[in-house]
C-alpha cells in the first residue's frame, strides 16, 4: 500500500500529510465509540413531578430566552437542564475544580487500629476568606513572602477525636499542598506520602524534645511545645520534612511548587508550619469570574433579578455524547412569587448545530415541573 501511494504522491509533503490524516481519522473513530456507547440518558421525574410550568428546549446558536412561571403557594419544583462546559474540565476529577491553592491534611484518627475506619481529610483553602465549617476550632494563618508563602496551622485534638494525647503515640497521616496558576482547576498537588493519585499513609510520631529525633527513624516528629504560641527558637532547631512525592498533576521545578513542613504539639493541639516555594498564588477562581464554567447554560431568578438557583458544574454528570456535554436533575422548594427561568447558547454546539457527538438526554436546555 505504501509503494503504491509513493508512485502517485511523489512528492513526501503529500504523503506525509496522507499519513497523518489517516492517524486522526483512527483517532476520532475510537474517541466517538467511546462517547456514545452509553444508554440513552432519562431524568427522573422524582416524586411525580410531571407538570411542565416552563420550557426553554432545542434552542440554535446565539440564544438568549426566558420565560415566567408563577408559584401560588410554597412549593417543590424539578430542575432539568442540559448544557456545555468548558470543554479542557472533562477529563478532570470535580475535587480539583473552582479552587485556588489549598492545604491538604489526611489523618486517621483510630491510630491505625479500625482498618474499616473513616479517614478525616482536613482541607483548608489558602488565600481566600473562609471560615473551615466543619472544623471550628482550627486557626489558619496565610502569609506570603518573596518566594511563596507559608502557613500556621492550630488543629484541636477534640476536633479530629483524638484522645488522651500523649509523648509517643503516632498517627497514621499525610500532608498535601496543592497549586493553581489562574486556571479553573487545580494543576498540580504534592505530598508527602501519597503519589501518582494513590493515597499513602506516612507516621507522625510525638516526641517530648528534639533529643527524643533519631535521624534514621521513618518517622515524622512532632516535637512537645511548651508554649501554645508559635515557638521560633524550638522551630529553628527542626528540620523540615520535604513533600516530595506528586499526587497529581506536573511540577516544573521547584519554584514552581515544593514545600517543606514542622510540626509541634501540646496537650491542646497539633501545629503545623509550612513553608512553600510557588511562583504564582492565585487568587480565588470565583474572583476573577473563574465561576461561570458553562457556555451554554440556564438558571431562576426571581421578580427583582436575583438568581434563587444556577447551573452548578460540581453537581453537574455527563449527558452523553461529547464529554463537555453535562446534566443536572434537582429538587428547589420555592416560596410564593413570580420566576424567571433563562437560558442562553454561545456560537457553536446549540441544538442541530453541533460541534461534537451530541447528549443522549430528551432534550438540550431547561425544563421545570412541578
Sequence with gaps: MVVKIKRVFKDRISLLVIIITLFTLGCNQKHVFKETSSKNIKFLNKNKFNSTIACLINMPNYSRLEERFKIEKRTGIEVCVVGESLYGLANHEKGYYLKGEELELIIDPYLGKNEKSDTLVISQLLNVDSINTQYPGLFCNFKKNKEGYEIDLRIPWKDINIRDVKSGMVIPFDLMIADNDKDYIQKTKISLFSKLGKKNFGKLKLIGSLNNISESSKYVYAVNSKTSKKDTTLLSRMKPYKLKKIFYG????????????????????????????????????????????????????????????????????????????????????????????????DESHAYGQWDDMPPLTPFYGIKVFK
Design 250 to 345: 506536573k511540577v516544573k521545578d521547584v519554584f514552581d511548587l515544593s514545600a517543606g513542613t514542622k510540626f509541634t504539639w501540646d496537650k491542646e493541639n497539633l501545629y503545623l508550619f509550612v513553608s512553600v516555594k510557588d511562583n504564582y498564588i492565585s487568587p480565588d477562581p470565583k474572583s476573577w469570574g473563574g465561576g461561570n464554567v458553562f457556555l451554554d447554560y440556564g438558571w431562576i431568578e426571581d421578580s427583582h433579578g436575583k438568581k434563587v438557583w444556577e447551573m452548578d458544574i460540581l453537581y453537574s454528570k455527563w449527558a452523553g455524547g461529547a464529554c463537555k456535554n453535562q446534566y443536572i436533575d434537582t429538587l428547589l422548594n420555592l416560596e410564593p412569587g413570580t420566576y424567571i427561568v433563562k437560558y442562553i447558547t
